[in-house]
């Protein structure tokens, strides 16, 4: 006989699980004991336990991003549940396959409004696409494996609620008999191909194009090599989108890395004189960067039905995986002879790279340049390197100047966009491949939520790593600076020191603390020593980098409305206003003269209208 808590364990282990990521707590006692006796028989999971349930399932999310696999995490009942839901939301976000197990009380306290009893399964109905409690031991099967094959078909998070009781039932083999399902541990297939008739409507279209841009995102995991063979013959120019980044190789000349305001200039000017767009596993957000209505002709390949036709007006839509539905599709492309247009935009990203270098090397009084940060570490990345970020100012150095190659990888929060993302993201990546160095840039404000509280995870878990290079590198400058610019060019509001303002922390001294290397950096020419010293040190190394928060985080093209909402804040009593003024005219004028090196190179007339 066994119990309802150890059926799940095994169920779960059947369906490929090896590491989990879980906080105990009393709503889910039982099944923690039952983990705790498979663990000391040797047949456990990998438990990994950080210092919050918001960490745990924002690592179940980036474990099921750098691995492919079912991310799964555990946690009590109703303040862990509810802590869980950042991480969660991150993965419907994004479409990662998640499940959570969740504790609750007792089925008898269901309802009567006793202590840490709360309604889970309408609490988690808008972030899972499967909610369900296990209420008897014959219903446990047929709920876990519909939990992991949904979540696996609909790359969606999924949640199973056991009640404390329910965990220590004891569970029967399941026999013929009304209302009682089983079911199997096998996942579904996902490797979808539209009709030929679909397809050759896809085709007839792209075949047509004389300027074709494909927009890549993280739904193009896994078809790097279809991606490019298409371009190839057809001659198009390659976007990715922030999360698709890593899809294809930096290295590729007609790759012109991202769209929008973290995006490149080659990528804008594809998108407005691209005359066929093909969107490729991407949901990409930002309408205002896509061409203009009836400019281009639109196909959309994705797995997610909701989300075809959904930004552009498309003409087709291919529901199928990316891999699957290119392998098919590429035998109908036709190959063009003609590369002037994959030509140009490669001549034109060598301009970009020149302004990027040209504005990481600007020198700013009041501290290093972040820019500077991000370009030396890019030009020290091992060929196996992990790189996360968090949804600051980090996000905008990411997108501008780090460039993944083919083994590499990088992640973070996308359409959440949640600030706290890159801490956890980076351990779990680690715990994924932990033979290979893993480098988390984060803000202060994000590292003061809950970041600094995961060295001590590092600390704990160190010496499971084959290789324990890590290091984490902190933007440290007071400010929760991508919000202060927000503030600025979206609402024309001077920033509010009292929401903006960050308590200085010696964080290089915390790392010390925990027993790490800690280098502390104030200048721009600290900074590459700084990073050689890093990627020397066999452990972990937190970088504490002083830097300016009045470096603009210029997007590709300023417009009308950014340029007068940034005068609004300023007219209204900006206090940085003499710094924001300065470094940004700095900016600007580095730009400026990059863009007209780059106009004049490619025959552009008025480089100032692009």
Not at 160 to 183: A, F, T, Y
Not at 291 to 312: E, F, H, I, T
Not at 541 to 567: F, G, Q, R
């Amino acid at each position: 006989m066994t119990t309802v808590s150890k059926f799940v364990i095994e169920r779960i282990q059947e369906w490929g699980v090896t590491r989990v990521f879980g906080f105990p707590g009393d709503g889910i006692g039982e099944f923690d004991g039952a983990l705790g006796a498979a663990d000391r028989a040797g047949h456990g999971f990998e438990y990994i336990r950080p210092t919050h349930e918001e960490i745990c399932s924002l690592m179940a999310t980036a474990h099921a991003k750098f691995t492919g696999e079912v991310g799964v995490c555990f946690a009590t009942s109703s303040p862990g549940a509810f802590h869980m839901l950042n991480g969660l939301y991150d993965a419907k976000m994004d479409n990662q396959p998640v499940v959570a197990v969740v504790g609750q009380q007792g089925l008898a306290a269901l309802g009567t409004f006793t202590q840490q009893e709360s309604n889970l399964e309408r609490t988690f109905a808008d972030v899972a696409a499967y909610v369900q409690t296990i209420v008897t031991p014959d219903q446990a099967q047929a709920v876990v494996d519909t939990a992991f094959r949904t979540a696996i078909a609909l790359r969606q998070p999924t949640v199973i609620v056991l009640p404390h009781d329910v965990q220590g039932m004891d569970v029967e083999s399941l026999s013929p008999k009304n209302w009682v399902s089983r079911s199997s541990a096998v996942p579904p297939s996902t490797a979808i191909t539209p009709p030929l008739a679909e397809l050759q409507k896809a085709a007839d279209l792209i075949n047509a194009g004389r300027r074709v841009s494909l927009l890549v995102g993280a739904g193009a995991e896994g078809a790097g090599d279809e991606v490019l063979a298409l371009a190839t013959r057809i001659g198009a120019g390659i976007i990715t989108a922030l999360r698709g980044k890593q899809v294809i190789s930096s290295d590729v000349p007609f790759h012109t890395q991202q769209l929008g305001l973290l995006g490149s200039l080659p990528s804008l000017h594809q998108m407005q004189r691209c005359d066929t767009l093909v969107m490729l596993g991407t949901n990409y957000p930002y309408g205002q960067f896509l061409p203009a209505s009836g400019q281009a002709r639109a196909v959309q390949v994705d797995l997610n039905p909701q989300q075809m036709g959904l930004r552009y007006p498309t003409e087709v839509n291919l529901w199928g995986d990316v891999k699957a539905t290119l392998t098919a599709l590429l035998p109908l492309i036709h190959e063009t002879t003609d590369r002037s247009w994959q030509d140009d935009i490669a001549e034109e990203m060598v301009g970009w790279e020149r302004e990027m270098e040209a504005q990481a090397l600007l020198e700013y009084p009041e501290g290093a340049n972040p820019r500077r940060v991000f370009h030396e570490l890019n030009l020290r990345l091992p060929d196996d390197a992990i790189v996360t970020a968090d949804a600051g100012t980090t996000a905008d150095w990411y997108g501008h100047h780090i460039r993944l190659r083919k083994q590499m990888k990088g992640d973070l929060s996308g359409r959440l966009a949640t600030m706290l993302a890159s801490m956890p993201y980076a351990v779990a990546a680690k715990f994924a491949y932990p033979e290979r160095p893993v480098i988390c840039t984060i803000g202060d404000g994000a590292f003061q939520m809950l970041g600094m509280n995961e060295l001590i995870t590092i600390k704990k878990y160190l010496t499971q790593w084959q290789d324990p290079q890590f290091i984490i590198m902190v933007l440290h400058n007071d400010d929760l600076a991508q919000v202060s610019w927000e503030m600025r060019t979206e609402d024309g509001n001077p920033v509010w020191r009292g929401s903006q303002d960050i308590e200085s922390i010696d964080y290089a001294g915390w790392a010390e603390l925990v027993g790490f290397q800690a280098i502390r950096v104030r200048t721009d020419d600290e900074i590459g020593r700084a990073w050689d010293a890093a990627f020397a040190h066999h452990g972990v190394t937190l970088i504490d980098a002083y830097v300016s928060k009045d470096v603009p985080p210029l997007p590709a093209h300023i417009t009308a409305e950014y340029a007068k909402n940034m005068a609004l804040a300023l007219l209204k009593g900006d206090r940085s206003e003499f710094q924001v003024i300065r470094d940004s005219a700095e900016a600007l004028a580095s730009e400026t003269v990059e863009r007209v090196k780059g106009a004049l190179h490619l025959g552009h007339d008025d480089p100032q209208n692009d």
